[in-house]
């Protein structure tokens, strides 16, 4: 074989390898790539998997049902009207008293069938229940009540559960006085708080009573003692159709047609009416009034279908009830009952309509005409999984399925007015020492803190990452260039849990001692550098020389050294002079502006710093890789160094700069350590660099390890993963498509 041969095999052997190489690289990108995009797919799929479920609507679908004739054949007395009907934990056993002093308990696993009941054997005038004690009171034609209570003991025999269902007397068996007088009570109200119980009521003489029980125990005995005060109610209406006492002894509302009386009995020694409010709709009439779980807010349902939310706000410097917001059903409600420890309620109405509401999104969850007859009777069960109707002699079940209620669209991204708030605002406070809390869930507060961190850190290092970028890749040296390079992308590695401590523990107490020391450098600093470069400028030639080109520099690092120390040396003297000693105070007292520790200042240069590198790198590489033709031929022309670098290098450059600017943001956005040790995490909206704030990354990583899992907190909390999914995407598609028309408009320089 000829030498030439060779040649030939060993160059077609050379390009084989070459060309088997290209492949296996190009494969192996190609399926890196699509690997990196279906895991984004799969990410996205599975925060919209966890997500979708807080946005279903409500639904109910009927179970058993039987009829309360059936089960009381054989007995004598008459069924009576329902006072109070529930079922227990497990939706197994089914309660019901009436108005004629009897207790029922029927079994739905056995159809139905009634398996103890129970008559207090006395004769009853009033009867008043409290559905957020599960209690039931009757009064009796002597001035007394008796206070009844359905418990429940699960046991496990032969690991069998069996529920045996028994009535209590919470306050004792014996009646208590509630008129001392002895006039048989018309009208009842009661609630309880610990071992103390609050009734009132109205005679049959038209006196209104109050009478508290205080409960204390007995040291010697261990026994609960009540020892009772009565007052007659001041201003009381003559014809009061309806009376009701909140949960917490604070309120006692009387209905008087549509007038609702306030009674404060806070203090049973001083109790004052209020005021006297007309909450009918307008053009309607009241049917009943019915409290939310919690009893911070009344619910007012009138005959045209109307239901009106109120509770107490502070306004000018006192508190009163207020109108709140107003929910509409078809017809008359006829009746209306609250869901147990959430802040939804549920209404019949005139033409059979079942409806499901929530206070807090201000929504309906679920409407359908599901009674036939009308509704004598309404309950839900204790985990709001069970619905209990009774129309004529009939007990309806239905299933519920409706886990998160409080989240909607509205109560996620607009303005709510809470219980308690003096007007509507956007609130995020997930959990409460509290069983009657109303979940705040606005993700704006913390979408808010996300865009502010990113703003303040950008504010920090937009500036010094690009025109520091520039000097290196347009004026520096290359030797130290090579130096100041690497050490600012090292600078990209340290952790920013580091930085988030450090910010945490020393710079914001630094600031907080030293505020106008840190105003004073960030106005000298720029300044100084400025007079400094105007000295230079104006040097003789023969001093600048000493200083060897692309080094000029370093002559700044005993300037910014100088200035720093000058600016905190000076800070406890201007402090002194200028704020009375303190800066912190004059901000608050004087000029109105808050000022927290753990403040947007210093987020903004913890987090810059850590934002930075990323800028620097890539917006240094985008003006080293300027062409040198480009420069060379401006500086031909007779443009001077600054003219080419603002009107070719800057523009050749501007799609790499700006899409470090955007990576930086990105990163400034998806941050989550330093945030999250430097804010104080306070998910507050407000614009202020002496205010914290809370964002989405942050807190997810506070609340996610304590929320239950598939609870509405926990979806949220991936619902502001998916926000915060959505915010970088965007940033990334705004970036790119901004890139590519700087690249497309300055590719032909």
């Known amino acids: 074989m000829s030498t030439q041969t060779q040649a030939q095999a060993l160059a077609l052997s050379g390009s084989r390898k070459r060309w088997l190489k290209d492949r296996i690289a190009q494969i192996g990108v190609t399926t890196g790539g699509i690997l990196v995009l279906v895991t984004l797919l799969l990410i996205f799929l599975y925060l919209l998997y966890v997500v979708k479920p807080i946005f279903d609507s409500a639904r109910v679908e009927p179970g058993a049902e039987f009829s309360l004739q059936e089960r009381s054949a054989g007995t004598s007395r008459e069924l009576g009207e329902t006072v109070l009907l529930g079922v227990e934990e497990q939706n197994e056993l089914v309660y019901r008293f009436n108005d004629q002093g009897d207790v029922d308990f029927y079994s739905l696993p056995q159809q139905g069938k009634r398996v103890h009941s129970l008559n207090i054997d006395r004769e009853v005038t009033s009867v008043a229940r409290s559905i957020s004690h599960n209690m039931v009171a009757y009064g009796l034609i002597d001035g007394t009540i008796m206070v009844l209570t359905p418990k429940f003991n699960v046991s496990y025999p032969d690991n069998i559960r069996t529920i045996d269902p028994q009535v209590t007397f919470p306050f004792g068996e014996q009646p208590l006085v509630v008129d001392e007088a002895g006039q048989s009570l018309t009208q009842l109200s009661v609630t309880s708080q610990g071992q103390d119980l609050l009734v009132a009521g109205i005679t049959e003489s038209g006196r209104g009573v109050l009478t508290r029980f205080a409960g204390k125990e007995n040291f010697m005995t261990g026994e609960v003692e009540l020892s009772s005060t009565q007052v007659e109610i001041p201003g009381l209406p003559s014809d009061v159709d309806q009376l009701l006492l909140t949960p917490n002894l604070r309120f006692l509302f009387a209905r008087s047609k549509n007038e609702v009386y306030v009674f404060d009995v806070r203090n049973i020694n001083k109790v004052a009416l209020r005021n006297v409010l007309t909450m009918n709709a307008k053009g309607a009439n009241i049917t ?371 899409s470090a600017v955007m990576m930086g943001l990105g990163r400034a956005v998806g941050e989550t350590m330093i945030v999250l040790m430097a804010t104080g995490n306070t998910p507050v909206m407000d614009l202020s660099i002496f205010s914290g704030m809370r964002t989405l990354a942050a807190n997810i990583a506070v609340e996610m390890p304590e929320a239950e899992v598939n609870s509405s907190h926990y979806r949220v909390l991936f619902l502001a993963a998916f926000v915060l999914f959505i915010f970088t995407f965007m940033f990334n598609t705004v970036a790119e498509f901004v890139r590519q028309r700087l690249r497309d408009k300055y590719s032909s320089m």
């Open 288 to 658: 009943t009034l019915s409290l939310l779980s919690g009893g911070n807010s009344i619910l007012v349902a009138n005959d045209n279908g109307k239901i009106s939310q109120w509770f107490e706000v502070a306004r000018d410097g006192k508190r009163e009830f207020i109108f709140i917001r107003d929910f509409a059903t078809q017809g008359a409600v006829t009746q209306i009952t609250s869901e147990i420890n959430r802040k939804g309620f549920i209404t019949t109405s005139s033409t059979g309509s079942l409806d499901i509401f929530h206070t807090t999104g201000g929504s309906r969850l679920f409407s359908a005409p599901l009674a036939e007859s009308p509704v004598s009777a309404l309950a839900m069960s204790p985990r709001n999984s069970m619905l209990l109707m009774q129309s004529g002699d009939t007990v309806s079940t239905f299933y519920v399925e409706n886990e998160h209620p409080e989240v909607t669209w509205r109560a996620l991204w607009t303005k709510v007015w809470y219980e308690g708030y003096p007007e509507p605002q956007y609130v995020w406070q997930s959990t409460s020492g509290s069983s009657d809390f109303e979940s705040k869930l606005s993700l704006v507060p913390i979408s808010f803190g996300t865009l502010k961190a990113a703003f303040y850190a950008l504010l920090f290092a937009i500036p010094i990452a690009i025109a520091g970028a520039v000097y290196t890749a347009y004026f520096m040296s290359s030797g130290l260039r090579k130096v100041v390079k690497p050490t600012v992308e090292i600078m990209e590695a340290l952790p920013t849990v580091i930085l988030g401590f450090l910010a945490g523990l020393w710079l914001a107490p630094l600031i907080e001692g030293h505020l106008p020391g840190m105003v004073i450098l960030l106005v000298m600093l720029p300044v100084s550098i400025l007079v400094m470069a105007f000295a230079w400028h104006h040097l003789p030639k023969s001093l600048r020389n000493w200083v060897p080109e692309g080094w000029q520099c370093i002559i700044l690092l005993p300037l910014v050294i100088l200035v720093g120390w000058s600016s905190f040396a000076l800070s406890p003297w201007v402090e002194d002079v200028l704020f009375g000693g303190d800066a912190r105070g004059f901000l608050t007292n004087e000029l109105g502006i808050g000022f927290d520790q753990r403040n947007s200042l210093v987020v903004g240069i913890a987090m810059g710093f850590a934002v930075i590198p990323t800028i620097f790198s890539i917006a240094e590489d985008a003006v080293f890789s300027v062409p040198r033709h480009l420069t060379n031929g401006s500086l031909a022309l007779g443009a001077t160094t600054w003219q080419t670098l603002t009107r070719v290098v800057m523009l050749t450059a501007s799609p790499g700069i700006f």
